[in-house]
């Protein structure tokens, strides 16, 4: 007897866009897993074209609300290395703290408001508000504070404005930056709350083996600078990510799916960070880690929640520290003199690796724009842990498995608005 | 205790810049503290205290004429979360309201405002209707300051 079963979600909850998504099961085989994203293109790297340099921050950054800083980060890196300028140690610290901030907002957000209700059974955080309005109100304490941080230093809460090629267009005082140290010393307390919430959930079963892809620094967990490397021995400058990496059209997706050349499956975010860098964080972090039930490398993507709230108490930390010795960069920006050039670099989103590739001519326009998300890298990672998924629980009943197939998605808090140049959930059962 | 009104809205938006203009307004009004409010609904709990008297207005969605104006006690039931609130995948307005709500975080008043948006494609001025809307919403809650 041939059955065919379909698991469909038209629209996609608590991710950051728009698709959706299809499962078809034929003969007890899952047949085709497709990830439908129908937010519409948006262009960016197309109207970037004959724009002055200084102008790519605070375009890309509208590219998410989510994370700005992190198109930020990455075009100013860029857009350095194309100039050859070097801003300095004070201008580093500075960015350093603007992303932690964002780290902080973006993960807490993802981790406590979008991913737990999954684990508990909740439609919405409004509705696990009621039964756990402590972690809710922790919680949203917590994301402030990384709120704070960017206003602090990128002027206002989304889209920051104080950032620019070459450093900042004004360095906060110490003592505007002072108030914040003892709200993150407050908030590293939650985020080690948080953590130990998060370790008590039940977590399915599923043991993935994409090629893992992060940045890597020789002494630092990844952010804003490092090498490209992948569980599979690459390691590679950034500027060498499009002789190793791909991008393809399929039709059902706005968005490019980018892949290793040769085809293999990459997978880029908290999970790549930690299972490549656990090496690099500080010994009292990778005790809580421990402590959380997390092993020196992670490959089940349902415990990405357990590696965000690390990832924010190892933000805090860093936050604290750039606080503690702050000193302003003066000037706050060093000149950028255009060249004809190409500048390429890749710094850490929350989401993971985020590659910004210019070309610009001596006049200071940009001739050519690459933008490569984390969400993008990682939608063919999500359709094969679907694929694995399905075919393993296709015992479960359709509602809940239809649920499970959601949480599988969310497990990489996907930004469609990013990839798409993407979310709901079509599951067909034969 | 002056009235708190938070103008929630996309200045990049047409009529979705029209709860900051309302805000805008009435900044230098007595009576009146306005602030502006451009991020996630669950932070919006955070510009009050638990004695204050709130005003938020915000642009809304609901199939509704444009510049239709909707005002809620938030304080007496639930901000009915299916009227359309405007807000780009993110939690809007209803839902910061009714966690507030379900924390205990509610403040001691809070009226809300809702004008029915004509268009919100970017780069888009207000529609005439949404900014008659406006002025409409203002004058109302300048009566409300007494």
Not at chain 1, 28 to 38: F, W
Not at chain 1, 67 to 76: L, R
Not at chain 1, 165 to 184: D, H, I
Not at chain 1, 422 to 429: N, P
């Amino acid at each position: 007897m041939s059955k065919v079963r379909t698991i469909t979600v038209n629209a996609l909850a608590r991710v950051e866009g728009e698709g959706g998504l299809k499962v078809r099961v034929r003969a007890g085989k899952v047949q085709e897993v497709r990830l439908d994203i129908y937010e519409p293109p948006r262009f960016f790297e197309a109207f970037l074209k004959g724009r002055t340099l200084g102008e790519a921050p605070d375009l890309t950054a509208r590219i998410c609300g989510i994370c700005p800083v992190a198109y930020q980060m990455s075009s100013v890196h860029a857009m350095e290395a194309a100039c050859g300028a070097e801003p300095g140690p004070r201008v580093r610290a500075l960015r350093r703290l603007l992303y932690c901030g964002e780290w902080i907002e973006s993960h807490v957000l993802h981790a406590a408001m979008l991913h737990a209700p999954d684990f508990l059974g909740y439609e919405s955080a409004l509705h696990m508000a009621k039964d756990h309005p402590g972690a809710v109100t922790l919680s949203l304490r917590l994301k402030k504070a990384g709120n704070e941080i960017v206003t602090a230093v990128g002027g206002r809460e989304i889209h920051p404005v104080n950032v620019r090629v070459g450093g900042f267009w004004r360095a906060p005082s110490p003592s505007e930056l002072a108030p914040l140290v003892p709200k993150l010393e407050t908030a590293r307390g939650e985020a080690v709350e948080l953590l130990r919430w998060a370790s008590t959930f039940t977590f399915p079963d599923l043991d993935l083996h994409h090629e893992l892809v992060s940045l890597r620094h020789p002494s630092e967990y990844p952010l804003n600078e490092g090498r490209i490397v992948s569980s599979e021995g690459l390691d590679i400058a950034a500027s060498e990510w499009e002789r190793h990496f791909e991008e393809e059209h399929v039709p059902r997706s706005n968005a490019l799916h980018a892949r290793r050349k040769g085809g293999g499956i990459i997978q880029t975010g908290p999970l790549a960070r930690y299972s490549l860098n656990f090496d690099r964080l500080p010994a009292a972090i990778q005790a809580a880690a421990q402590e959380a039930g997390l092993g020196k490398e992670c490959r089940n993507p349902f415990k990405s929640i357990l590696v965000r709230c690390v990832e924010t108490l190892w933000a805090i930390d860093e936050a604290l520290a750039i606080l503690r010795s702050y000193e302003p960069p003066e000037p706050s920006f060093v000149d950028v003199v255009p060249r004809e050039a190409v500048g390429a670099a890749a710094t850490e989103a929350p989401r993971g690796l985020l590659f910004h590739r210019y070309r610009i001519g001596g006049d200071g326009l940009i001739k050519e724009a690459r933008i490569v998300p984390p969400t993008a890298q990682n939608l063919r990672a999500m359709e094969a842990d679907l694929r694995g998924f399905v075919q393993n629980h296709l015992d479960v009943a359709e509602e809940r498995l239809t649920l499970l197939c959601e949480q599988v998605v969310r497990n990489h808090d996907p930004c469609i608005s990013c990839a798409t140049h993407f979310l709901q959930l079509k599951i067909e059962r034969d | 205790m002056p009235l708190l009104v938070i103008g929630v809205g996309n200045d990049f938006r047409g009529d979705d810049a029209a709860g900051l203009l309302a805000a805008r307004r009435l900044r230098a009004c007595r009576g009146v503290r306005a602030v502006e409010h451009t991020t996630d609904g669950l932070s919006l709990m955070d510009h009050w205290r638990p004695t204050d008297r709130v005003v938020v207005v915000d642009a809304l969605s609901s199939g509704h004429a444009p510049g239709t104006v909707f005002r809620f006690e938030a304080t007496e039931g639930p901000i009915p979360g299916d009227a359309g609130w405007i807000s780009s995948h993110s939690p809007g307005v209803a839902e910061g309201i009714e966690t507030a709500r379900v924390l205990g975080r509610l403040p001691a008043s809070l009226t809300v405002y809702g004008i029915e948006a004509g268009r919100v494609d970017p780069g888009r001025a207000l529609t005439a209707a949404v900014a008659a809307a406006v002025d409409e919403v203002v004058l109302s809650i300048l009566d409300e300051t007494g």
